[in-house]
């Protein structure tokens, strides 16, 4: 564990998850363009969840290589990389049980996604998180989701546009998940470790 603990902290592998991570941002901005040009102006920072959740990584990672700390965007880079790798997961293995394949977009969307979520975990010794960080990026958290399912701008998965409803539902619990798991690893943890 101490070795991961060293590895994370190297500016070298740092940089080149930085430059990953900055890649698969632009990549995702791009990938949602369709959708971006269909969305009222008010509701685009709510459409392109993952690629925002790498950005919000992004950003951390820029300011962890020189030694600084962006509480509010590590709270928002942890719980949102969580909730939409998970997501991203789970709708395309949906996706596989409703249509009996997938393309290979969706595998790459899968191993990136999945990727997405531990990486936002792995930091989570390394982040300065206090309650009112959480507190800001939880209700961010809960407001993409009410903007998502009752106007409509959630992401496409046109295979399964019948079970939205159902959907909407799982979203609203993995953000109240993802909240809880980050208040868990950031604050409870380190209290507890205080404490011994």
Same mark, same amino acid.
């Given at each position: 564990?101490?070795?991961?603990?060293?590895?994370?902290?190297?500016?070298?592998?740092?940089?080149?998850?930085?430059?990953?991570?900055?890649?698969?941002?632009?990549y995702g901005?791009?990938?949602?363009?369709?959708?971006?040009?269909?969305?009222?102006?008010?509701?685009?920072?709510?459409?392109?969840?993952?690629?925002? =959740?790498? %950005?919000?990584?992004?950003?951390?990672?820029?300011?962890?290589?020189?030694?600084?700390?962006? /509480?509010?965007?590590? *709270? !928002?880079?942890?719980?949102?990389?969580?909730?939409?790798?998970?997501?991203?997961?789970?709708?395309?293995?949906?996706?596989?049980?409703?249509?009996?394949?997938?393309?290979?977009?969706?595998y790459m969307?899968?191993?990136?996604?999945?990727?997405?979520?531990?990486?936002?975990?792995?930091?989570?010794?390394?982040?300065?998180?206090?309650?009112?960080?959480?507190?800001? =990026?939880? %209700?961010?958290?809960?407001?993409?989701?009410?903007?998502?399912?009752?106007?409509?701008?959630? /992401?496409?998965?046109? *295979? !399964?546009?019948?079970?939205?409803?159902?959907?909407?539902?799982?979203?609203?619990?993995?953000?109240?998940a993802s909240?809880?798991?980050?208040?868990?690893?950031?604050?409870?943890?380190?209290?507890?470790?205080?404490?011994?």
């Amino acid at each position: 564990m101490s070795y991961l603990y060293m590895l994370l902290k190297q500016r070298s592998f740092l940089i080149v998850l930085f430059i990953i991570n900055l890649l698969g941002t632009i990549y995702g901005f791009i990938w949602y363009g369709p959708q971006l040009r269909d969305t009222p102006a008010i509701f685009l920072p709510f459409v392109p969840d993952s690629p925002t =959740a790498s %950005l919000f990584f992004t950003i951390f990672l820029a300011f962890f290589i020189f030694g600084k700390h962006v /509480p509010y965007i590590e *709270a !928002l880079a942890v719980m949102t990389l969580f909730k939409y790798g998970v997501w991203a997961v789970v709708m395309n293995v949906l996706t596989y049980f409703q249509l009996g394949q997938l393309s290979f977009d969706a595998y790459m969307l899968i191993f990136s996604h999945g990727a997405m979520a531990v990486q936002g975990l792995l930091y989570a010794p390394f982040y300065k998180i206090q309650k009112r960080h959480i507190v800001v =990026a939880g %209700l961010w958290t809960l407001h993409n989701d009410f903007v998502d399912y009752i106007f409509g701008v959630m /992401p496409r998965y046109h *295979a !399964l546009d019948v079970y939205m409803d159902e959907i909407g539902y799982f979203t609203f619990w993995l953000s109240i998940a993802s909240i809880t798991l980050t208040y868990f690893l950031t604050i409870k943890h380190k209290n507890a470790r205080l404490g011994d």
